[in-house]
Nanobody, 126 residues
Framework: EVQLVESGGGLVQAGGSLRLSCAASGFTFDDYAIGWFRQAPGKERDGVSCISSSDGSASYADSVKGRFTISSDNAKNTVYLQMNSLKPEDTAVYYC???????????????????WGKGTLVTVSS
C-alpha cells in the first residue's frame, strides 16, 4: 500500500521556523520526485518545492525561495521541508506528493502527481 505521511505542522509566530517531514512507503522511492504543495483556505493548491529522489535536484516557488529548503534522506524514504522566516501568508495545509521520474516530461504539478498525502496544517500568527 502506497503511503505518504506528512508531519511537523503546527502553530508558529511570524519569523519562526518549522520542519515538515514526508515519510514515503509502498513504492520505489528513488524512482520518484517528491513535491510539497500547500492550500490556504479558499485558495487553490499550489506547488511549493520539488526534489528528485534520484539526483537531488530541487526547485522552489518564487514565494519561498531563500526561506524554504527541501531535502531528501533516501535511506529513510523521507523528504523534509525546512521553513524559515515564516510569514502569515504561509498559513496553509501542506501536502506532499510523489510523481514517477519515468513519466515523460515529469514535473511536480498539482494535476500530475501519482500519490498524495493527507496534509499537515501550518499556521503562522502575526
Amino acid at each position: 500500500e502506497v503511503q505518504l505521511v506528512e508531519s511537523g505542522g503546527g502553530l508558529v509566530q511570524a519569523g519562526g521556523s518549522l520542519r515538515l517531514s514526508c515519510a514515503a512507503s509502498g513504492f520505489t522511492f528513488d524512482d520518484y520526485a517528491i513535491g510539497w504543495f500547500r492550500q490556504a483556505p479558499g485558495k487553490e493548491r499550489d506547488g511549493v518545492s520539488c526534489i528528485s529522489s534520484s539526483d537531488g535536484s530541487a526547485s522552489y516557488a518564487d514565494s519561498v525561495k531563500g526561506r524554504f529548503t527541501i531535502s531528501s534522506d533516501n535511506a529513510k524514504n523521507t523528504v523534509y521541508l525546512q521553513m524559515n522566516s515564516l510569514k502569515p501568508e504561509d498559513t496553509a495545509v501542506y501536502y506532499c506528493a510523489a510523481v514517477g521520474l519515468f513519466r515523460p516530461g515529469y514535473g511536480c504539478y498539482v494535476h500530475g502527481m501519482d500519490y498524495w498525502g493527507k496534509g499537515t496544517l501550518v499556521t503562522v500568527s502575526s
